[in-house]
């Protein structure tokens, strides 16, 4: 099949293009403003916007299913350049959403985030209500309108994950949560807890991540899925875990540093219960989270650094 990537020289596009491309004839994007991924084997990442209207009809073309991961990713950068971001997630998704009607695509995928459900109740499912907080989740929201529109008007088939915390090794290095502590523990400095460490996420490894897309591709799936594992860890578990796994690996653990809660820019409500329902996409699609935060953190350890430098 012939898949365009956009965002493939990120975390989850370079994971994505590895897992592909021996089966698919794959076109792969990036703009480079994050991701640094040149190539992934024997595919090339082109250096293409899609905040440009002329690179994306260009892109898009020929193309059978478009997988859309470019865009500005996470609650910060959203928060702090709110007008690039608005460009860069809704402009850009729906510039790939129209050149993706146009040219007869049969599926489009895109990430969106957990971010959407604001302040959920207790067991979220992808019936629960979008209620996002701050820039980020706002704007995946709009771009799932974007293309829920082109799907009710064009019968474009479009494919919707809501995914958790993405974490591990990938192709790519991630500033994420698990990637930042195993870091510090690499360069032996205090790991800082914000608040009460109570807070909890939901993670997923970032190779079951891709098996995810890999599936909805082969089915031709469309719809809203919550993607993410049965790994609701507070992030007092996953320091823990992570200094074990260095007492185990390297015979030594780091001091924990407290600090007053910052709540992500200010616009993030930390939760420290809820269930992520995830059995719409284990029941339609066959997807099996396998990987556990526990051998990721030993994973990460195991390599000199996980993290790209700032
Ligand atoms: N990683 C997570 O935990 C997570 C969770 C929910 C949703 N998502 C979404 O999944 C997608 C991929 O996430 P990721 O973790 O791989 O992020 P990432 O930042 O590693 O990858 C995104 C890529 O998009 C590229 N990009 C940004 N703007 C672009 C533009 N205008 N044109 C072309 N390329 C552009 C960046 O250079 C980067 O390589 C993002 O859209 C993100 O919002 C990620």
């Known amino acids: 099949m012939k898949i365009l990537i956009t965002g493939a020289a990120g975390f ?15 076109r792969a994007i990036d703009n ?7 190539h992934v084997g024997d595919v090339t990442v082109e250096e293409m916007d899609v905040a440009n209207q002329e690179h994306v009809e260009e892109m898009v073309r020929g193309q059978e299913v478009v997988v859309h991961l470019a865009g500005f990713t996470g609650i910060p950068v959203c928060e702090n350049n709110p007008e690039a971001a608005a460009v860069n997630i809704l402009v850009a998704t729906k510039y790939v959403t129209d050149a993706a009607v146009r040219a007869g695509v049969r599926q489009l995928l895109f990430p969106s985030t957990f971010a959407v459900y604001g302040v959920p109740p207790h067991h979220i499912t992808e019936e629960t209500p979008r209620a996002p907080i701050g820039m980020y989740g706002n704007l995946r929201a709009g771009a799932e309108y974007i293309l829920l529109a082109a799907q009710q008007l064009d019968g474009l088939g479009a494919l919707i994950f809501r995914q958790s915390n993405i974490y591990g090794r ?10 930042i502590l195993t870091d510090q523990v690499l360069r032996r400095e205090p790991i800082t807890m914000y ?6 996420r939901n993670f997923l490894h970032v190779r079951d991540t891709v098996q ?7 089915k031709g799936a469309t719809g809203i899925y919550n993607l993410g594992s049965a790994e609701t860890l507070s992030v007092r578990t996953i320091i823990e875990t992570v200094n074990e796994a260095s007492q ?6 780091v001091p924990v540093e407290r600090k007053p809660d910052r709540g992500a820019a200010g616009r ?13 996409v284990q029941r339609e699609l066959g997807f099996q989270p396998k990987l556990k935060v526990r051998d990721a953190v030993e994973e990460l350890l195991a390599q000199e650094s996980s ?4």
Do not use: C, M, W
């Not at 592909?20 to 004839?25: A, G, N, T």
């Not at 995810?212 to 082969?218: G, M």
């Not at 993030?268 to 719409?280: A, M, Q, R, Y």
């Open 170 to 179: 990938g192709i790519a290095k991630k500033r994420s949560l698990l990637n």
């Open 268 to 280: 993030e409500v930390d939760l420290t219960d809820f269930h992520f329902d995830i059995s719409k």
């Open 12 to 26: 989850i596009g370079s994971t994505l293009v590895e897992l592909l491309r021996h089966e698919h004839d794959i």
């Open 307 to 310: 993290v790209p430098a700032t």
């Open 248 to 253: 185990r690996l390297f015979g030594y653990t």
């Open 212 to 218: 995810a897309y890999k599936l909805a591709i082969e």
């Open 32 to 38: 480079f403003s994050v991701g640094d991924v040149r």
């Open 195 to 200: 608040g009460s460490g109570e807070q909890v």
